[in-house]
């Protein structure tokens, strides 16, 4: 049976009216008949709209750049409450929606990559992409939260949406009309930029010695560095009484299972914040480099720091003084494998 019926009708009146049967909106001359008793689904309960897909093409650190070609990947669907930043920098909400369409994990998935610091960091952990629109508007999303989150295919290139409507005040939110990149991880949805026409693969573009094997490995300080040179230095985080434990079962890409000990730290956001304030810009475009004693090091985007809905923060862990692979330690809750959880963190770079 069709859990959808629409019936177009031509009403006495030009202005949309509501119907006494709760089931019943006359929205634009159509009438929709919303039959969510007869399955437990309540994301299809609206008409799906096709937005238009533009030519995207890959360039950048790989092998095989070139056009996408949609028509061999699957489509995903994804739930999405969107809220943007306003002009006094409040959050505004604009609307719920399942949008469907192509995952940025499958879009990138044949994607040879070619480094252009493999000789030195053959490590995929520093890459990230930049999205650009038909605009010029550009976000950035780190490999890592394309690769290894818990929960795959959580960023979309939409090519159809649907409203989900409140079953009592049948709020009717205003649809997009183009196609848009759709992140469904970040609070604050500022990087759903609409008509992505161009993604560019990158590694972070700093240098940093690497001392493969180091032990014992201790880095007595962590120091942030900006644009302009370094903006600060920290040898201690808050207390016990801003801590937080996560519960984990810490596994490796290349090792497997390293233990099932929890973490307990302090949330990154709250240190780096004064330093690396929220803004649409940020949001959108900001990205940082976490780099351990030894070099090794990952590209984390600004939301998935500082922007994530779904609680699973990063954390920066203190040791104990003199302890290997102290004194700090970053630990990446939301991802599956423990690649990013940087030993003995030296250096932060807000941006590049």
């Not at 005040?169 to 990149?181: I, N, Q, Y």
Request: with cysteine; aromatic share 12%; proline share 4%.
């Amino acid at each position: 049976m069709v859990k959808q019926l629409f019936l177009f009708v031509f009403l006495i009146t030009t202005m949309g009216c509501q119907d006494s049967n709760k089931n019943i909106s006359y929205i634009n001359k159509e009438v929709f008949i919303d039959t969510t008793d007869m399955t437990n689904n309540f994301y299809d309960n609206t008409e799906t709209f096709q937005l238009p897909v533009k030519d995207l093409t890959i360039e950048g650190e790989i092998s095989n750049p070139g056009k996408v070609d949609f028509s061999s990947l699957a489509k995903h669907s994804l739930i999405v409450k969107e809220t943007l930043l306003d002009s006094t920098g409040s959050d505004r909400f604009t609307g719920a929606f399942r949008y469907d369409g192509y995952s940025l994990f499958d879009i990138l998935e044949k994607r040879i990559i070619k480094k252009v610091n493999y000789e030195v960091f053959n490590p995929i952990i520093d890459l990230y992409v930049e999205v650009e629109n038909d605009k010029g508007d550009k976000v950035v999303l780190s490999w890592g939260e394309i690769y290894y989150p818990n929960t795959l295919h959580r960023i979309l290139i939409a090519s159809a949406v649907s409203r989900i409507v409140p079953s009592k005040t049948k709020e009717m939110w205003t649809l997009p009309g183009e196609s848009k990149v759709v992140v469904a991880g970040d609070l604050i949805t500022e990087r759903n930029i609409s008509n992505p026409v161009k993604i560019t693969v990158r590694s972070y573009p700093i240098s940093f010695q690497i001392v493969k094997g180091m032990s014992p490995m201790y880095s007595p300080k962590a120091r942030l560095f900006k644009e302009k040179g370094i903006a600060g230095e920290f040898t201690s985080i808050p207390g016990t009484d801003k801590s937080v434990t996560f519960n984990t079962v810490f596994y490796g890409r290349g090792r497997g299972i390293h233990s099932t000990s929890p973490f307990t730290g302090s949330l990154l956001k709250d240190i780096l914040v004064k330093h690396y304030p929220v803004t649409k810009e940020n949001l959108r475009s900001g990205i940082m480099c976490v780099t351990g004693q030894d070099g090794y090091r990952c590209a984390v985007s600004y939301s998935e720091v500082f922007n994530r809905n779904d609680q699973q923060e990063f954390l920066l862990i203190k040791t104990a003084a003199g302890e290997d692979g102290g004194l700090f330690r970053m630990f990446a809750a939301g991802d599956f494998f423990s690649d990013r959880a940087i030993k003995s963190v030296s250096e932060i770079h807000l941006g590049y």
